[in-house]
């Protein structure tokens, strides 16, 4: 009889799309969620859902007894908190030491643990970086986190020996989410409000399908030990938006801020979410991160190594957009405008 595989964080973004994938190929899944969070996004799957927390050690136990192989995913995937240590850096650090200690002594073939291209780091240039590369000069609590996270799975992996394979995404977006991502709210955002300015910068846009497809062929063809960046196309942050409202008859900004501009703005929204309690649309930690840097990546290990591929942005843009307005993430008013725009040029 087969084992079942682990999927941590299995409701959310990249988790309920590798339980698709491992349902889809008949594979007994058994997907991890808080005790609090949404099944919605498993709805219809053949999944075993078990309850628990990463941080508990005696959740974590129970969920993998048994198991064959463990994708962790779960992380605390926030920009902004009000206690970002207790809500980003610890779920991400003591959260992978947890569970990557028990997949060791569970005696699991192979984990697959989700990592971050932030951990590779940003370049003032458009010239791609690969997994040679380490960020050294981190200044989000989220990026601060997976870095300290991906040195704790492979110093796990080290010492108990325990075979590990880190992915790292780049911008997911793409379908299948039932709560905004960090990546999807920039999206969504837009979509909802449109966007005064943009900054000098750029990413690499990748499909969450595409990523959850690459994290799979790292589980079966992956060297343990090694990092495996999962990226797709490169667009500058002006791109980005001009595809946007290309795609949507909305309209892109013109203005482009020069980064002290841009972080003068956080200072002050800063201050305002400080009064408020309520979240800033960007912190400087954001700006210092983000702003004036580009964030390519080279996925050429992975095509070698792993047989894997992308879509282009275009379509991973429009497949976003069409899951944001389909399920309800967009206000009714922009909603009519972007239903306007695609039945006028149907």
């Not at 984990?111 to 989000?140: Q, R």
């Not at 703005?265 to 800033?280: H, I, N, Q, Y």
Request: aromatic share 6%; net charge positive.
């Amino acid at each position: 009889m087969t084992k079942p595989t682990l999927v941590t964080g299995a409701n959310g973004h990249l988790g309920n799309n590798i339980c698709r994938l491992l349902a889809e190929r008949g594979e007994p899944v058994r997907a991890m969620l808080r005790q609090s969070a949404d099944p919605a996004p498993l709805a219809g799957l053949d999944v075993e859902i078990i309850r628990g927390d990463i941080l508990n050690a005696a959740d974590v136990a129970r969920a993998i007894d048994g198991c064959g192989r463990v994708y962790h995913t779960a992380a605390g995937f926030l920009m902004w908190s009000r206690d970002p240590e207790h809500d980003i850096v610890r779920p991400s650090v003591e959260g992978t030491r947890t569970v990557l200690e028990a997949a060791a002594r569970a005696g699991v073939e192979r984990v697959v643990y989700t990592s971050t291209t932030g951990t590779v780091g940003m370049a003032t240039t458009p010239a791609p970086l690969d997994e040679t590369h380490y960020n050294t000069t981190p200044h989000t609590h989220y990026v601060r986190g997976k870095i300290a996270a991906e040195k704790e799975a492979f110093a796990i992996a080290q010492r108990t020996g325990l075979p590990v394979v880190a992915t790292q995404p780049g911008l997911i977006l793409g379908p299948r989410c039932w709560k905004l991502s960090e990546s999807l709210r920039q999206v969504a955002d837009f979509l909802n409000h449109g966007a005064p300015l943009y900054f000098e910068g750029g990413f690499g846009l990748v499909d969450v399908e595409d990523v959850a497809r690459g994290s799979l062929l790292a589980m079966e063809k992956g060297r343990p030990g090694e990092r495996y960046i999962l990226s797709g196309e490169d667009v500058t942050v002006k791109q980005l938006f001009d595809l946007l409202a290309e795609l949507t008859g909305l309209k892109a900004p013109t203005f482009k801020a020069p980064v002290p501009l841009v972080r003068a703005l956080a200072t002050v929204m800063e201050l305002a979410s400080k009064v408020t309690g309520s979240r800033p649309m960007i912190d400087r930690s954001q700006v210092d991160e983000f702003a004036g840097k580009y964030a390519y990546f080279s996925s050429a290990k992975a095509k070698r190594e792993l047989g894997y591929t992308y879509l282009p942005a275009r379509g991973t843009v429009q497949r976003t957009i069409t899951w944001l307005v389909e399920h309800g993430f967009v206000n009714e008013r922009r909603r009519r405008l972007i239903a306007g725009t695609a039945n006028a040029s149907a």
